[in-house]
């Protein structure tokens, strides 16, 4: 996270008013994500997290985000939990921005990820997977295939600016993926869509916890296997690291075997995911508010993931055999 809004101690401490959350002891802001603004408040009742949600996020979709971390917790998935109001709303508005406070969950995220912590989210995000099976309310995923022209649209123009050709590089891979060959027929369920290590919390190499949920939707499960591909299975210099990825998808197998289609179009959707995040990176880096307590992340690090992922031709590639079985 990140902080755009600011709030004023005076109106934080009235917002309070409407929880039982005690008496305002300190808060403050915190630097690191960068989505939406949010705060580590001290309360006479504990620690809490204050989210502000900002752009990228639609107010008609927190009541999902919201509903979701509670029905994980109610299904074994360690994550914050919406508090809710005197009158019963977790949902309310600050600042002009739509705010809600969660739990706060205690762990450290991992720097620097090792095959124990991959392991650790391959299990992790299988077992968000099961618990979402039933889970009611849908959304669908804004980030999605269709989503990435926009994105494209918007930092076009300037894109050549961040790295001379990449404007061309990403026609190109755009022009391929909305071609008709993007999976339409994988197993669907929730996927947290954004499962990076900053939102993995282990205490040593157990994974204690999961947050953020604010890209959460309804999309291909497999797809939220390549997202944590790209996410967790590089090297700081953006090469691949194959017995982190297997780590990853071995534990993930163990509680949820992936089916072969799946396995096959693993390659695909790892395209797909590196795509996604190079675009809102560099919308992200072209755009920076003055003014905002935030560090934009390098759109850069994904040229180099997407570029691999072009290169993979199977799933082995990834330290999976074909068959599911462990190469
Ligand atoms: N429930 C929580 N318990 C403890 N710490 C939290 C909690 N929620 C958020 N944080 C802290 O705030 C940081 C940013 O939170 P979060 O990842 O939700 O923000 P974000 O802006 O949506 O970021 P991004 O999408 O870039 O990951 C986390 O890395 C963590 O340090
Ligand atoms: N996890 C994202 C930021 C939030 O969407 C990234 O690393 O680009």
């Known amino acids: 996270m990140a902080v755009y809004t600011d709030v004023a101690a005076d109106e934080l401490a009235d917002f309070l008013k409407q929880y039982d959350l005690g008496e305002l002891l300190s808060y403050k802001g915190i630097a690191e994500g960068v989505e939406n603004s949010n705060f580590l408040l001290h309360t006479s009742q504990g620690s809490f997290i204050l989210t502000l949600y900002e752009k990228r996020v639609a107010k008609n979709d927190l009541p999902f985000f919201l509903a979701l971390m509670t029905h ?22 600050l600042s002009g921005r739509p705010a809600a406070i969660i739990t706060f969950l205690e762990g450290v995220w991992p720097r620097k990820p090792n095959a124990a912590h991959c392991a650790g989210v391959g299990e992790g995000l299988a077992r968000m997977h099961l618990a979402g099976a039933n889970f009611a309310i849908k959304r669908a995923n804004a980030l999605s295939v269709a989503g990435w022209r926009p994105l ?60 953020d949920f604010t890209f959460a939707c309804n999309d291909m499960l497999a797809y939220d296997v390549a997202i944590c591909l790209n996410a967790w299975c590089f ?48 919308v992200d880096w072209l755009n920076v508010p003055p003014g905002a307590l935030v560090k934009p992340k390098d759109p850069l690090e994904y040229v180099r993931k997407l570029r691999f992922h072009q290169s993979v031709t199977s799933v082995r590639d990834y330290g999976l055999m074909p068959s599911g079985l462990v190469a």
């Open 72 to 93: 994980l917790a109610e299904h074994g998935v360690n994550c914050p939990l919406p508090v809710k109001g005197r009158d019963g709303e977790a949902l309310r508005e």
């Open 152 to 211: 494209f649209d918007a930092a076009a123009n300037r894109a050549d600016e961040v790295q001379p050709g990449l404007r061309a590089f990403l026609a190109t891979e755009l022009d391929y993926l909305s071609s008709g060959i993007w999976p339409t027929n994988l197993p669907e369920g929730v996927i947290h869509a954004d499962l990076f290590n900053d939102n993995v919390f282990f205490l040593g190499d157990k994974l204690s916890g999961i947050i």
């Open 235 to 282: 090297e700081p210099d953006h090469s691949f690291n194959v017995t982190k990825a297997r780590a990853f998808l071995n534990a993930y197998g163990r509680v949820r075997k992936l089916t072969e289609a799946e396995e096959a179009a693993l390659p695909l959707l790892a395209r797909g995911a590196a795509i996604r995040f190079l675009l809102t990176r560099l």
